[in-house]
């Protein structure tokens, strides 16, 4: 038959497999599995395995951290911090981590993704566009309410010191003002509403 058949050599195999995305185990079983995987010449691919669960580990601390001491990286994935230096260094220069290693500090400096300048500016000038055309719009509706016959009448009812809603308001023009000065204000507004 066809089928496919599982020799009694593959099962040593099997522990490689329940250590997989878990360095520290996956290095106990080759450690366990090395003359088993040096007799089938595969040390050197196990090897290579752990060495990319490693590095998708050290990953992981990319999008956590802003900043790490390579002491607190080293201890959590039981490595020396030379190894860690040494790791992440490669991983640097090939690319696959953006970050920065300060090794006066002991600091592992993440980057984050940088945006494109001339998009930030367009980002920022659409941003202004839109606010000028809110600004421009609230003072049309402002004008065009101060004009308003009805709005005013409204105004001269209610008295100088409240709004239109029942609040009392410092915005409007006659708040604060002495009496005399509060009845020059109604004259005025009645004027304006007479010349409609």
């Not at 058949?5 to 250590?19: E, I, N």
């Not at 981590?97 to 980002?123: R, Y």
Request: hydrophobic share 35%; aromatic share 6%; charged share 25%.
């Amino acid at each position: 038959s066809s089928g496919i058949t599982q020799s009694t050599g593959s099962r040593p195999y099997f522990s490689l497999f329940g250590a997989e995305g878990n360095a520290e185990k996956l290095a106990a079983s080759i450690a366990q599995m090395t003359p088993t995987l040096e007799k089938h010449d595969n040390l050197g691919l196990a090897k290579q395995a752990l060495e990319s669960v490693r590095e998708r580990e050290i990953a992981k601390f990319h999008d956590t951290f802003v900043s790490l001491k390579l002491s607190s990286l080293a201890s959590h994935l039981k490595l020396t911090v030379a190894e860690i230096e040494k790791r992440i260094g490669k991983m640097i220069n090939c690319s696959q981590f953006p970050a920065q290693i300060c090794k006066k500090e002991g600091v592992l400096w993440m980057e984050t993704e940088t945006q494109d300048p001339e998009e930030s500016l367009e980002q920022v000038k659409a941003a202004l566009v839109t606010s000028m055309n809110s600004y421009n719009k609230a003072k049309e509706l402002n004008t065009a309410l101060s004009l308003n016959p009805r709005f005013l009448a409204r105004m001269v009812e209610l008295g100088p010191n409240k709004d239109p809603s029942g609040a009392s308001s410092s915005y409007f023009p006659a708040h604060g003002r002495t009496t005399h000065e509060k009845d020059q204000f109604k004259k005025k507004i009645i004027d304006l509403l007479e010349m409609e």
